[in-house]
């Protein structure tokens, strides 16, 4: 990071600012393209790592992604303000963000799926304890994301 003044590095702030965030876009690479979805998404941090979680209909552009290139990066950000002056290039923005990389996969596992969309609806509602039947499992796709590098910015 260029900045280093601006950089996050404790892990309870790091947390913070992806619980502010409501959005999740990942870049997939579509034959030397790039393709950027915006998601929602829920969250677990277990041994260092963190694993991001996203629902998706069944089939699609983004599900052939997965399963034929599972190398994506990420980015999230939250808090843009803007901060005004007499000139224009004094003007400024203050944010946080995190960008990285990792590798995505479809969840099988149908735990690991009610799991992931348990941690997206308390995500996006701050409410647990949800109840997934077999048909609502059945009528998505669950897909994870683990982080393989992870940078937070932080410019109030």
Not at 25 to 50: A, E, K, M, Q, T
Request: charged share 25%; net charge negative.
């Amino acid at each position: 990071m260029r900045r280093k003044d601006r950089e996050v590095t404790d892990n309870s702030k790091i947390k913070e600012i992806i619980n502010s965030c409501q959005c999740c876009r990942i870049g997939f690479n579509d034959n030397g393209s790039i393709y950027i979805v915006p998601l929602n998404f829920g969250y677990v941090y277990n041994h260092d790592c963190y694993t991001f979680y996203f629902h998706s209909a069944k089939e699609g552009r983004k599900i052939d992604l997965i399963q034929n290139s599972p190398n994506v990066g990420f980015e999230m950000d939250t808090g843009y303000k803007l901060h005004t002056a007499e000139l224009a290039c004094n003007y400024s923005a203050g944010f946080q963000s995190i960008i990285g990389n990792g590798t995505v996969e479809i969840v099988n596992d149908t735990d690991e799926k009610i799991r992931g969309l348990s941690l997206l609806m308390e995500h996006n509602t701050g409410k647990k304890d949800w109840h997934f039947d077999e048909r609502m499992t059945n009528a998505v796709t669950v897909f994870k994301l683990t982080v393989t590098e992870l940078s937070c910015k932080e410019h109030l």
